[in-house]
């Protein structure tokens, strides 16, 4: 068979070609490029009309819709990024970012499973990749399987030993099992290689507070409140670590200061109704339990405050036992009956309704699963015992303020 041969015209043609790729190639980097500059000003709007420039001209790019998928996550249109994520991997079912991000994504959306399943083709198309496992692990983690994040956990760590990271989610995983001692490792551990980590700032200070090193709390919240001035967390947990030294005025000041931050947050509420209702400003306490449980109704610590006002307050005005037995058994539904806090709140709400039986079994259940070693609670929690069994209701005594 003779081949055909080619003349100076087609010739010409063929480079006419050749260079209206290598044109369109640059156009589409140059469209690309302008985009993710966009993205940095925080210009998503401009970033998508030049990353839909860009796929005008060549629709073949699994990364264009990667970046533009990011694009309109970092907006909130969730729809329109899910649907670039799935382009991606149809254009490259063995890469592993489109399921990474489309996990990343449903993930912040609350679709665990779909997260989980995202994750687990992003970890069979490449395993080396040290997030991936960090967000699987996180998902497990809030699901309470705490052995599964562990897991996946040791794994990032095996890839980089230094994921500040990682040792932060494996410092979490101790803590939400309470076994603090190797929380407070890891945390620190994290911290070391970065300082600056407010989650890693936040627990490790809780711990700290636990063990009465009260200085240490306070100097890792003033440094979370350095990394985040509005941090609504970081003035409660220090509010809360002064009302622990008996510091009532400090408290309030900084339970509001988070107030002020967050208004439709009831947690401010309920810990500056606790602390007015320690000083004797019991009108000022019901109006901010009444409010926390307006902002969450359903809360259990709303519901538990509540109670505890209700059947210990000192002034009989504002106590009612069927009230707080109510908010109490609501309390207890909604944490599972498993916080040892609210179960002593419910004995409490059965003694001044004079069930001084159910009073004496619940106090005793506290007790028994209360495993934090804390001094003042295991003593105020004896103290409730012995009223209940004299079949007296308990009151909440008045505290001196150590501001």
């Known amino acids: 068979m003779s081949e055909k041969p080619i003349n100076s015209s087609d010739s010409q043609n063929i480079q006419s070609d050749i260079l209206t790729l290598k044109q369109t190639r640059e156009l589409v980097n140059k469209y690309h490029s302008n985009a993710l500059e966009c993205c940095k000003k925080d210009e998503y709007d401009k970033a998508i009309k030049w990353f839909n420039k860009a796929l005008e001209l060549d629709k073949s790019k699994p990364n264009l819709y990667i970046d533009l998928g990011i694009t309109y996550s970092k907006k909130g249109d969730y729809e329109k990024a899910v649907t670039c994520y799935n382009k991606a991997i149809k254009l490259d079912p063995v890469g592993y970012l489109g399921y990474y991000n489309r996990g990343f994504l449903f993930k912040s959306t609350m679709k665990l499973n779909k997260a989980i399943s995202d994750f687990n083709k992003a970890i069979e198309i ?20 705490y052995q599964k994040a562990k897991e996946d956990i040791e794994r990032a760590l095996m890839i980089n030993d230094k994921s500040a990271a990682a040792l932060t989610q494996l410092g979490e995983i101790y803590y939400y099992k309470k076994q603090y001692e190797l929380a407070l490792k890891y945390f620190s551990k994290a ?62 000041k900084l339970y509001s200061k988070a107030i002020k931050i967050d208004p439709l947050d009831g947690w401010g509420y309920y810990a500056r109704g606790y602390a007015y209702m320690d000083i004797g400003e019991t009108q000022k306490a019901e109006q901010d339990m009444l409010k926390a449980m307006k902002i969450n109704p359903n809360s259990y610590k709303n519901n538990a405050g509540l109670a505890w006002f209700r059947a210990t307050c000192l002034e009989s005005k504002y106590r009612n036992g069927q009230k707080a037995l109510k908010h109490a058994l609501k309390a207890c539904r909604v944490s599972d009956w498993k916080e040892p806090d609210v179960l002593a709140t419910l004995a409490a709400a ?39 069994s004299k079949e007296k209701p308990y009151r909440n005594k008045l505290e001196d303020d150590k501001s």
Request: cysteine-free; glycine content about 2%; charged content about 35%.
């Open 126 to 145: 490449n395993s080396g990749i040290e997030r991936v496992y960090i967000y699987r692990a996180i998902l497990y983690k809030n699901n309470k399987e």
């Open 191 to 252: 911290l070391e290689i970065n300082p600056s980590i407010p989650d890693a700032l936040y627990k490790r200070s809780y711990i700290y507070s636990q063990r009465k090193k009260y200085d240490l709390s306070i100097k890792d919240l003033d440094k979370a409140i350095e990394i985040v001035p509005n941090s609504r967390k970081a003035y409660y947990l220090k509010g809360a670590i002064y009302e622990m030294q008996k510091k009532y005025t400090l408290a309030i």
């Open 350 to 388: 059965y003694a001044e309704t004079g069930d001084f039986e159910n009073a004496v079994k619940y106090i005793k259940k506290a007790i028994k699963i209360d495993k934090r070693e804390i001094e003042d609670i295991i003593k105020k929690r004896k103290i409730m015992l012995e009223t209940f």
